[in-house]
Nanobody, 118 residues
Framework: QVQLVESGGGLVQPGGSLRLSCAASGSIFSIRSMGWYRQAPGKQRELVANIISVGSPNYADSVKGRFTCSRDNAKNTVYLQMNSLKPEDTAVYYC????????????WGQGTQVTVSS
């Protein structure tokens, strides 16, 4: 009923930048939160950044000052601008959204690989 489609991952050198996008589509009545999680090999999935309703973005301490999360509610799209990337940012990045169809549900994108390496 709801699809989250991500784009923008890839390979970048340390200090470089990438921009991720995630568009939600389907039988959407409302979206409460949209944001990004990541999972590195051997580690648990962790919150990177999200925006709840029309509030300010929330960030993990490890990305504050380097990443910017923004949301276009008219397009049901969330973005993650990642600057000053570090090797420890390497992970699969997943888009997440809490969406009201007939009931509230928690939805995930398929994931996009971000690799920071020289």
């Amino acid at each position: 009923q709801v699809q989250l489609v991500e784009s923008g991952g890839g390979l970048v050198q340390p200090g470089g930048s990438l921009r991720l996008s995630c568009a939600a589509s389907g039988s959407i009545f409302s979206i409460r939160s949209m944001g990004w999680y990541r999972q590195a090999p051997g580690k648990q999935r962790e919150l990177v950044a999200n925006i709840i309703s029309v509030g300010s973005p929330n960030y993990a301490d490890s990305v504050k000052g380097r990443f910017t999360c923004s949301r276009d509610n008219a397009k049901n799209t969330v973005y993650l601008q990642m600057n000053s990337l570090k090797p420890e940012d390497t992970a699969v990045y997943y888009c997440n959204a809490q969406v009201l169809v007939t009931t509230w549900g928690n939805y995930w994108g398929q994931g996009t690989q971000v690799t920071v390496s020289s």
